[in-house]
């Protein structure tokens, strides 16, 4: 294909101590098989050759006699039994669940471009704490409970309490055998593909998670429907989730649900506590299981810089069931982090405009940084209707660059190219190579500001002939990607561009006003109306 996305240098590492806070990014084994990972290094050092295998019968020791006992990593499980205070857990933390979820490509961080502000709460839409008691649904309260009642009060600006939505009616249709914990991404899943009901037509009992939902109730939950939802891990990186997307979705009302390892420390002698300290040998954590939670806000300068969690465990667990977490240790034991989607605007603040502004950006890998870093813009000049071209030609498979777009409106932005043959392939979100309809990406831009992306990859003209031709869409509702790509793809040896528009169809807005920036970016605001997609064409030459 004419432009092909390649992957970043291989030996790039992702820095794992952003946003504040030391500590570790979740392994992949969870628990105390950590810190065995942890001293991999070395013992590889001391066994070589044939003493290899009693390394490998050591490591497979440790994982059994100290990760798997957490109830987190491979397959991991969940403590739900009593392990203090008769409070139970009921979060299954599996690095290939959590890897399922698309990935949020958080903003640029660099040059200053998206400052945060230093702290950020959504308490003030969350229902009162409420208590999960003896059934391992803390997924259910954490996601339906409080993560949805939270988006659902920030959009109708209703109290929390006024909209709080059911978690059994969530825990019955997605707990595992006995009642005994459950899946964050099955959560995700049910709440965006199937709904919510509000919590006093399904209230929540520790009993028995047995009682089903009515046709009705399962016809009201479709009105409840979330947007959706995205993984805050380090790129593709399952292992180490990303603090500073934790702190971007809080910055614009989006609630996180973590998925957190927890023990004794965290279970006693947190009545009335609003900070979480956890005890000399936590780090190694034996004992601990998964939990999951809310998080509904951060501070830079609280206890040194901290985020706020709603846990499940009843007003008098912690600050009226509130507690902080500082950054080195949030990352230290978390293991999984989704953040929700906002919910649509309704009245006024829905009728704001679409705008947005679209670049090329030349990168190159740096030795001494040992990352990929932007050298600078690749100036664009319209061509009249909505076709842009570059100013000077790239260097045939020589230069990279990735796309930045920087929105002040939520949207959702495809990226196409013309294959050599005149048909159409799917650029962005990228496709997986096993299976070309799916995608680990997501397209949502959501919180607002200036993102590089894709993270990990970069773009990349290929050697055939002296121009390929990219097409750059945005639009204000998810699109079915594969399915407009095939539609573009019809009809090779007509017009691209006039491929694109009838493939968008009635969705397109017509008549844009697209404008060349100071940067040689595109740029356009287009008024909200039924007509939610602005697409154009981008002509790279080559040479």
């Known amino acids: ?53 009693l390394l490998i019968l050591i490591l497979i020791g440790g994982y059994f006699l100290l990760g798997r ?47 945060l502000p230093e702290s950020s709460n959504l308490q003030k839409f969350a229902p009162t704490v409420g208590d999960q008691g003896k059934q391992g649904s803390c997924v259910a309260w954490s996601s339906a409970y409080a993560a949805r009642s939270i988006l659902e009060s920030a959009r109708t600006g209703q109290s929390g309490d006024a909209v709080k939505f059911s978690p059994a009616f969530l825990y019955n249709q997605i707990g595992l055998d006995n009642c005994e914990g459950s899946y964050i991404i099955r959560a995700m899943e049910f709440m965006t593909q199937r709904g919510a009901v509000p919590y006093d037509q399904f209230p929540y009992t520790d009993q028995n998670c047995s009682k089903q939902p009515s046709q009705q109730q ?8 979330m947007r959706g939802f ?45 900070l979480w300290t956890p005890a000399p040998g936590d780090q190694q954590m034996n004992g601990f299981g998964g939990h999951a939670q809310c998080v509904v806000g951060y501070d830079d300068k609280k206890y040194g810089g901290s985020f706020l969690i709603m846990n499940s465990w009843g007003p008098e667990w912690g600050n009226n069931g509130f507690a902080w ?11 999984e982090a989704y953040g929700l989607e906002p919910m649509q605007k309704v009245g006024a603040a829905a009728n704001e405009p679409l705008t947005c502004e679209v670049g090329l950006v030349e990168v190159q890998y740096d030795n001494n940084q040992k990352r990929t870093i932007a050298r600078g813009y690749i100036p664009l000049k319209l061509n009249g209707g909505n076709t842009f071209e570059t100013v000077s030609p790239l260097k045939r498979a020589g230069t990279r660059f990735k796309m930045e777009v920087k929105n002040s409106t939520e949207c959702y932005i495809y990226v196409f190219g013309k294959e050599t043959d005149g048909t159409s392939y799917t650029l962005f979100p990228y496709p997986k190579k096993d299976d070309p309809t799916k995608t680990k990406y997501s397209p949502f831009c959501g919180i607002a500001g200036y993102r590089l992306f894709p993270k990990d990859k970069s ?7 002296t121009k390929d031709i990219m097409a750059v869409v945005v639009s204000k509702k998810e699109l079915n990607w594969n399915q407009l790509n095939a539609s573009i793809a019809q009809n090779p040896s007509q017009d691209y561009g006039a491929r694109l528009s009838k493939a968008l169809g009635s969705a397109l ?26 697409a154009c064409v981008v002509e790279i030459d080559k040479q």
């Open 459 to 465: 773009m990349q003209p290929d050697s055939i002939g």
């Open 509 to 534: 807005v017509q008549n844009v006003r697209f404008q060349q920036s100071s940067k040689g970016n595109i740029a356009f605001s287009v008024p909200a109306t039924d007509n939610q997609v602005v």
């Open 1 to 53: 294909m004419p432009i092909r996305m390649t992957d970043d240098q291989p030996e790039e590492q992702y820095n794992d101590d952003n946003s504040g806070g030391g500590g570790r990014g979740g392994g992949g084994f969870g628990g105390g098989g950590g810190g065995l990972l942890a001293l991999l290094p070395l013992l590889l050092s001391l066994f070589r050759g044939k003493r290899i295998f």
């Open 230 to 274: 995205n993984r805050l891990s380090l790129g593709d990186r399952n292992d180490v989730i990303d603090l500073r997307a934790i702190k971007e979705n809080l910055s614009q009302g989006a609630p996180v649900v973590i998925g957190m390892m927890v023990g004794e420390s965290y279970m006693q002698d947190m009545k009335g506590k609003d």
């Open 218 to 225: 399962m016809q009201d939950a479709s009105q409840f429907k």
């Open 325 to 335: 977490v500082r950054y080195g240790d949030f990352k230290y034991f978390v293991r």
């Open 69 to 115: 006992g957490s109830g987190c990593g491979i397959g991991g499980g969940a403590v739900t039994n009593q392990i203090a205070n008769g409070l139970a857990t009921g979060g299954f933390l599996d690095p290939k669940q959590f890897e399922k979820a698309n990935i949020y490509e958080s903003l640029d961080d660099d040059d200053g471009k998206n400052p």
